[in-house]
């Protein structure tokens, strides 16, 4: 059974995924799914590859894998209304569940890394195209190091892991696929709510440590109290302050003892 007939089969008709493209090999599922969304492809178009070539993440850093070693997928979704962060957030937290559904417990290094035992295992990027004031349509895309064989051996701005590694098993990767998939949809219609914002907040990485943000053009530390209302990383600075950092930060890091 090839890869998409396995995913076929786990995917619950009718819904996100229903529209389905699967590609032994592509240079970016994101810059894929952006062009079949552009030519008209329904909200809920999933593109996922076997292999990914120069796939992209925040920053303009570059992730690839071997065939066979990870998860890539991008869904088109065409939202009603601009929520930038959200949109990074609702990726984390579908990553999150389904890893949850193989009994492993992830947090989400804010805003867009998910981390297994604080080693990065999975990351989101949102792509969203305007014409003019319009919101034409938003690219989701999710990367998951699965296999051994995914984890990038040069060294890494952040550790990186596997599933497999802490699932003391081979995960199956169209199981999983079907399982991110599944709570993106149940969480994409309540994007907006406050109850999206409280998983969200409840599944973050470091909140209460002190940590580090790189925001505009300074270095900032601080306590991570929570989420902002739309996700912005609230820190409570040294001097009473309470900053909100915008998605636009570049990377937050924990404070160990003595730094």
């Not at 995913?7 to 995924?17: C, E, H, I, T």
């Not at 989101?124 to 190091?145: F, M, P, T």
Request: neutral net charge.
């Amino acid at each position: 059974m090839t890869m998409g007939q396995e995913l076929r089969a786990w995917l619950p008709a009718g819904g996100f995924g229903e529209e389905l493209y699967v590609f032994d090999a592509v240079d970016s599922t994101n810059t894929t799914a952006a062009a079949l969304a552009r030519d008209g492809a329904v909200e809920g178009t999933l593109v996922v590859a076997d292999y990914q070539r120069r796939g992209r993440g925040r920053g303009g850093s570059s992730w690839s894998t071997p065939a066979g070693t990870a998860i890539a997928l991008s869904l088109v979704l065409r939202p009603s209304a601009n929520h930038p962060l959200r949109w990074t957030g609702l990726g984390a937290v579908a990553v999150v569940e389904g890893l949850r559904q193989e009994g492993l417990l992830a947090r989400i290094k804010w805003p867009n890394d998910v981390l297994l035992e604080d080693r990065k295992v999975a990351g989101v990027l949102a792509e969203a195209a305007w014409q003019g004031e319009h919101l034409s349509h938003l690219v989701l895309g999710i990367g998951v190091n699965v296999r051994p064989g995914s984890v990038p051996q040069q060294d890494l701005a952040y550790p990186a892991t596997c599933v497999d590694g802490h699932a003391g098993r081979a995960v199956a990767r169209p199981k999983l696929i079907a399982n991110i998939v599944g709570s993106l949809a149940v969480w994409y219609a309540g994007l907006g709510s406050s109850r999206f914002l409280q998983v969200w907040e409840d599944g973050l990485a470091y909140k209460g440590e002190r940590v580090r943000v790189e925001w505009g053009e300074k270095e900032w530390e601080g306590r991570l109290l929570g989420l902002g209302p739309e996700g912005e990383a609230r820190l409570l600075l040294d001097d009473g302050r309470e900053l909100h950092c915008s998605g636009e930060a570049r990377s937050l890091r924990p404070l160990r003892r003595g730094e």
